[in-house]
């Protein structure tokens, strides 16, 4: 009996994480267009490091925002733009590979305003203001994500660059300068270097 029990609560046990795996490995699918670079299997997620493209979106109307997502780190809110840079990805557990910071991702309230940061006052600050943090993901049940960024330049390695929008309460951030200045946004620095 002892055993019959164990035997069906292992089943169970195995088939909720099948569920759970599968309906994480949809998920992710569904935001990229293609996924032959992105082999979304626990194997490779489980790699210490590694670079995948980030997706950017944008909602606008009265509520003007800018989000973007790696894996499911980020938010993913209004229409897809594309794939401007890429970061890299790393086990939670372990630190970030050395040269790099890991950046958080945090959400204004009300959807109004989404910021990348590799600082810890300015991601404490704001969590304090009620954003909401969306740094850290766990992946198919044991594997914890969270996104790093170089601090400096290198073989293939672009700034990314911050503007604010300060009518619309937006940040934007792109590996091209000029588009921030075109939109007419405020620049407020380089935060790290990412690939293209």
């Known amino acids: 009996m002892k055993n019959t029990l164990n035997s069906l609560f ?8 099948l569920t759970f795996t599968s309906c994480e490995k949809d998920e992710l699918s569904s935001d990229f267009e293609s996924v032959e ?21 944008y909602s606008g109307g009265s ?19 594309g794939r401007p840079f890429k970061l890299g990805t790393y086990d939670f557990i372990s630190a970030p590979p050395s040269g790099t910071r890991q950046i958080f991702f945090l959400l204004a309230p009300g959807n ?34 969270a996104a790093y960024i170089h601090t400096g330049a290198g073989s293939g390695r672009v700034k990314l660059y911050r ?9 934007l951030y792109t590996t091209n300068y000029n588009e921030g200045i075109s939109a007419g946004y405020i ?10």
Do not use: C
């Open 187 to 196: 620049y407020e620095g380089v935060i790290g270097y990412v690939y293209r």
């Open 163 to 171: 503007f604010y929008g300060a009518s619309n309460t937006d940040h």
């Open 63 to 81: 509520n003007t925002v800018h989000t973007y997502q790696v894996l499911n780190l980020g938010v993913r809110h209004g229409t897809y733009e």
């Open 10 to 17: 292992l089943g169970a046990l195995v088939l909720a994480s």
């Open 37 to 57: 670079n992105l082999q979304e299997t626990p194997e490779n997620l489980n790699k210490v490091n590694t670079i995948l493209p980030v997706s950017r979106y």
């Open 112 to 145: 109004k305003d989404f910021v990348m940061t590799t600082s810890t006052s300015e991601k404490s600050n704001l969590l304090r203001r009620g954003w909401r943090d969306y740094s850290t993901k766990a992946l198919y049940s044991n594997i914890k994500k």
